[in-house]
């Protein structure tokens, strides 16, 4: 951590800040210069709060140096994690497919896009439960039974299933039927959900909220990991921007970014993040060639009549081309799907 | 709602949309032209889900012409809203000032910070017991000890206190304990927490999310009044862009904008927005001066040590010189503290 | 300067980048710890480019501690600049209003909202004869044409004028017939243009690019004062966010920064900010509370046959209401206008 | 054209209206719902702008149909457009590649770089001569001897050179000299500039401004084109958000947007984007497999001590390694490099 003093700060004024912070565990090596005095902060800074130290009027700015996460830190777990749900793996060479509708529907639907997708490629079902809407009178989903819809779907498929939380109340319900509890971009600050989720032993897909920085992302999966929790899937989004044209800006860098700093795995989520069935494709496979870990794509057997979002849904067969396509670029970056 | 539909959609396809439409209960009038076929769709267009309408092919765009918010909505209810917390009011001529320190920490700290505001024409008290943190490794707040002290500088003092709720667990300790319940900025889509919330009878202080349109904080009290419960409060406090001179860009143009769109009280948060204590005086000037019926400020009677958020805390003689400041600025308005 | 290398650097290479930085005419002292190594400089680092450094391998971050501009610090120049412009000023305790139209259209309407504005307390006249569209199939002004209609204008009403350049070919001719040369938001970084304006003598007003950051507007008023014309004023007009009712988001809070950053006058557009006529007064109100030294407000004797921007435009009858107003919010904040 | 007009807006307003845009050439269908009036405008609209009508106090709000952009839109020139270079081309099924330094900086670096970036595969050579700079104290470019540079190198290698603009009177200049004339982000909307070039003949390459919606760049380009010039070439290099781990963010979901919209080729910039050089392969990589015909890489044969930008130019070798990776994705997707 580097403080910067405020020019002429007094040599007293120094000391005494020098004391208090060398009091709470770090050292301090200042550098005095005329138009400058910098303090530099070696040590464990962690538990250091820097709005505590900013505080001091005598402070300018507080500087970052390291990152904040310790468990999700690539720093102290060098080589890549590799989660593993029931045999199906996320992390290593294999690029890992997570497909399935927005929305559970019916038993009919959920179970023809599952045998779709699986016979695809696919190695998880996804399917929305529990929806969050912008608007409390749209659809909400289908709730605990589309949980029991998404079971028969895993049950006639094999899949496991990928399926999003909503309220804490629900996590004894999940970890029991779920195989991937799945936060979404909304909740991702929802610290109590985190910590509730890193009490227990299930695989969480952590989405990147809309205006979440990449350290931030990086914070809420310490969040879990902290718990004792270190099953966690980061995905990227889409980030909220100024541009209107796609619902929201899938940001690809944040996934070399990711891989630097983390050792955790992260997918991609092209569906939601341009909104658009036809810009699935494209960035599907730019999110392959950028180094993503796996993809979660939206199949529905008839978008046209989706209950949601049906309009950034794509088909069976053009999921089935998209995949094709895939296995070429994943070989082309030295890996598999 | 407006339906652009491709040009050289045929009138066959035009016919078949027509009909699905109308059997949702909307009235359909089409405007053909050679490049331009519209759909304009008059009715209750509120269960309408845009995305169920786009997934059709031929459809270009759905346009929103009417807000979704109807409780909410000042066109069906056109005086401003006065929220009365135990004989304290927000929303009429009168602007409330909310202030305390980020965090409750000591008895002692809270009563006299309680006392200063008070002393000062403060009319509610607020510190956190519970902190959302970026980092688990933060400071989270004295939890349901901080809940006690807060209601014992409320019996010295007689103000209402403002805490924030981060989990549905506690809704029943925070209604029976607390006047004023606050949703923060990270919590604003916790779609879950907010229906909970709709269902007691408490007053709640509903935050902006980082990244939230202005819409979209209205769709969230939409969320709380849809359950039945209308005491909600709306508190604009920066949003989130590239700028990073402040913390968060202060959007005081949401005031005379949610004004406009809603009958529901709107207060502004200088401290949080900016994160610099030498802003709030500017910021609360302008944001009385803008039109805001009240205001939320940390004041802290020793910033430098606070446990968290120091930089951002003005002390109480600061505090009491700008609230001189504003009872000017408030006539100049038409209004009063 | 800070400069951070990456943990585990060797002796040897952070003294072989010690001698290259020192050999630049800068002090390094070395701050080192077994997790963090830093570099404190010290010294004249105006001209030491960070991206040079950033270049080398070992160097994790570069990070700024002082300001990149000089001439319009504050630090090196405390106290407040007041431009002159033919016996008008701005920044001193009187904050000033330009006032006029869009663009200029008829000697008979510039003419008749010219005398209008000065009647109520405008000390400039505003008026489009440049206009930067987005489309090159808009209206683009009347070019010379309008600047002959201002000076006429401005020989009946003896106010300043104030108009937009778009290319340095007419610097000539706005020398010579303008008195305060307007650079648009979309020519805040138009390097050449600045450098041009800056061997002039005359009064810049440099408005803030859609997404600039506070340092970057500084930063474009320092080329123009690099050239050696010091007479700048800045001007916030709304920056770009994810928000959509308003047509930029007003970031109030540049206000306060620029006046701690800086010795330049600063104002405030609400009118292309918000992009409607009925924000304007709201934001101009708060302009003045949160401490500018002047507006600039769009004004149109007949706003829906306004040529362009007529949704932003407010009438001379409620320009004149609107400065009575901002008069005693003048007052309250120990200014005048 | 889509006019929403207030509710309860009178059948005599409607018509006044309805008259005067009908005055205009449109055609105006209105469509009267109790809650919604709205008027479909038919017919050529580009002309109608759109502020113009909002000034209306009868108008709620004016929606685009239609896309501004005519000579651009691919909806009047449905192929590809490919354009030629001295016998290369740009936009075909050959996907082009630029590279080079930031800054020519000496004979020697320029001709280097050329050859080894020819030989690895490069059609194009890129140098800046002009740099646009935030601080005017920072390098500013060799001007014209860098030209004269760039031109032995191209000599040299029969590479044509790309090169940035920044001034209109530097065109005639330009012209003679080099073959790509490259328009930075920060001259987007510096119409004047475009204007001018619209009037020559040369291939330019525009790049996207910082915060620039897609729809804006097609708009610039629109510029360039209804001057004459239509050998407009697009890059995409990142846009402005609230992430600061990156530079900027790379919009790569702006490449299928654009080919969607638009018959231009559009090429992306992987090392302005990211700022950061170990960010080039990835992106690069994504970049192809998302689209673009081609991409603008910074390669210098010493990167620590390039002049500027050195960190996130590459090494020779790696751009070498690179093209062979991106050979392999190219063909995956239906292309060649």
Known sequence: MVVILKPKTSTEEINKLTRDLESKGVTVNPVIGTELIILGLVGDTSKLDPCYIEANPYVERVMHVQEHFKKA??????????????????????????????????EE?????????????????????????????????????????????????GL???????????????????????????????????????????TILLKRGLSATI?????SAEY?????????????????TFETYTRNTLDL??????????????IVDPSHAAGKWWMVEPLAKAAVAVGADGLIIEVHNDPQKAWCDGQQSIKPELFSNI??????IAEAVGREI
């Open 253 to 266: 860098s944040a996934i070399p970014a990711i891989k630097k700093l983390s050792h955790l795995p992260v």
């Open 73 to 106: 830190n690539r720093m102290f777990h060098p080589e890549d994690s590799i989660i593993d749900v029931n045999g199906n793996t996320i992390g290593g060479r294999k690029i890992s497919v997570i497909a399935g509708p927005c929305s559970v529907e019916t």
């Open 323 to 328: 995949m094709d396509d895939l296995r070429i």
């Open 224 to 240: 879990i990991m902290a718990g004792g929790n270190e099953n966690v899937i980061l995905c990227e989004r889409g980030i909220r």
């Open 160 to 202: 496991p299933i990928v399926t999003e939380i909503m309220s804490p109340y629900d996590i004894e319900v999940f970890n029991e039927n779920v195989d991937v509890i799945q936060v979404g971009a909304r909740n991702m600050q929802n610290f109590d959900l985190l910590k509730e989720l890193g009490k227990t032993n299930k």
């Open 215 to 219: 350290e931030e992302l990086l914070m």
């Open 109 to 157: 639907q959920i179970i023809t896009v599952a045998k779709d997708v699986k016979k695809y490629g696919a190695s998880f079902l996804r399917g929305g439960a529990f929806k969050p809407r912008t608007s409390p009178y749209s659809f909400q989903g289908l709730k605990y039974d589309g949980l029991e819809l998404l079971k028969i779907a895993r049950e006639q498929t």
